[in-house]
């Protein structure tokens, strides 16, 4: 019914760049927040951005700020994550998420809880 399909993942060399994009289809996908997770195994599924729908207000994670971008079509149901300068620490499988009825938040925007939908992953990794 709703469905949250990832692309983009691929291998790259230390300081390369690659844009994830995540497609939003199926009833309701106009959604109010959208955001990128990550996970690496023993690890806790960590935030890495976020878009909200309204006013276009991103959040990022400390460990990315000035490196990853994230941005979302005008018909809102395409988000996207530039990132560049990788590093190694950066690989990870990383997952695309949605969040219906309320916006990000300066808190819940990095928190799984918080959202209702999420994608199948897609895997990316950075050589040293």
């Known amino acids: 019914q709703v469905q949250l399909v990832e692309s983009g993942g691929g291998s790259v060399q230390a300081g390369g760049s690659l844009r994830l994009s995540c497609a939003a289809s199926?009833?309701?996908?106009?959604?109010?927040?959208m955001g990128w997770f990550r996970e690496v195994p023993g690890k806790e599924r960590e935030g890495v951005a976020a878009?909200?729908?309204?006013?276009?207000?991103?959040y990022a994670a400390d460990s990315v700020k000035g490196r990853f971008t994230i941005y979302r079509d005008n018909a809102g149901n395409t988000v996207y994550l530039q990132m560049n300068s990788l590093k190694p620490e950066d690989a990870a499988t990383y997952y695309c998420?949605?969040?219906?009825?309320?916006?990000?938040?300066?808190?819940?925007?990095?928190?799984?809880?918080?959202?209702?939908?999420w994608g199948q992953g897609t895997q990316v990794t950075v050589s040293s």
């Open positions: 199926g009833y309701a996908s106009n959604f109010n927040c």
């Open positions: 878009i909200s729908a309204n006013n276009l207000t991103t």
């Open positions: 998420a949605a969040r219906q009825l309320r916006s990000c938040g300066a808190t819940a925007w990095s928190s799984t809880s918080a959202y209702n939908y």
